[in-house]
C-alpha cells in the first residue's frame, strides 16, 4: 500500500480518466476501474490508493452524463421484472470501454495478461461484458455487486478464449438494489462458459465492504504476480 497521488482528469482518450504515478518505476500492471451509475470516477478511488506502487490504476469515467459529477455507462430503468437496461447505449461503451483498454495498454506498455477491469454495480457489468466478449484485452474481470448482462451472450468469446480469462464476483446477501440472485446466475453463467472464477458473499447491502475489498485484492494479486 502507498500514498496515491490522482492526476487530473484526462480527455484525450476514448474515456476520460484519473490515473496514479507509479513511486517504484514503470507499472507492471494495469488495473481499470468502472464506477456505478449515477456516480463519477472518484467513487473507486479509496480502492485504488489501497494498491502497491507497481499497479498503474485507472479510474475511467462513464461516457453518459446524467447530471453534475453524475455519470454511468448506460440508462437502466428499474421495474418488477428487474433492471431493464439501455441495450443499445451499453453496446455503444462496451465498444469504447473495449478501444479505451487497448490505448492504455500501449500508453503504459502493460500487457493484456497483466491487465484486470473491475467495476462496481453498473460499472461490474460493463467489466464483465468486456471480459467475456474480448478475453484477449484482460486476463481477468470483477464483477463486484453487479451482474451479468445476459444479452451479450450472442456476443461471448468461444470456450478457448475464455479459458485464458478468469473471473472474480462479490455480492452482499441483503443486496436491495441487485438482489443476491444476480451473483448466482452470473456464477452460474461462468461455470457454463468454463470461465474460472472466484464466488464470495458477504453480510451487507448495495456496496464494497471492507471484507470484499481484501477479498478481491488477494485475487488480483494471484491473477497478476
Known sequence: MNDIVWSALRADLS???RTTTSATG?????????HGVGGNETNL????????????VILARGPLVLGPAQHAWFQVSFGPQGPRPDLAAAEKSRQQLATFIAELQAEYSVAPYKTVVAGFSQGGIMSASIGLTRPELVEGFGILSGRILP????????????????????????????VVEWAHRADEML???GV???????????????????????????LTR
Open 45 to 56: 478511488a479509496p480502492l485504488g490508493s489501497a494498491l502497491a506502487s507497481d499497479t498503474r
Open 151 to 178: 444479452e451479450i451472450r450472442p456476443q461471448v468469446a468461444d470456450r478457448a478464449a475464455l479459458g485464458k480469462v478468469q473471473g472474480f464476483i462479490s455480492h452482499g446477501r441483503d443486496d436491495t438494489k441487485l
Open 26 to 34: 514503470p507499472a507492471k500492471r494495469l488495473l481499470i476501474l468502472l
Open 191 to 193: 461455470t457454463e462458459l
Open 15 to 17: 474515456l476520460p480518466f
Open 196 to 222: 474460472a472464477h472466484e464466488t464470495r458473499l458477504y453480510p451487507g447491502d448495495h456496496g464494497i465492504t471492507p471484507a470484499m475489498q481484501q477479498d478481491f485484492f488477494a485475487w488480483f494479486e494471484r
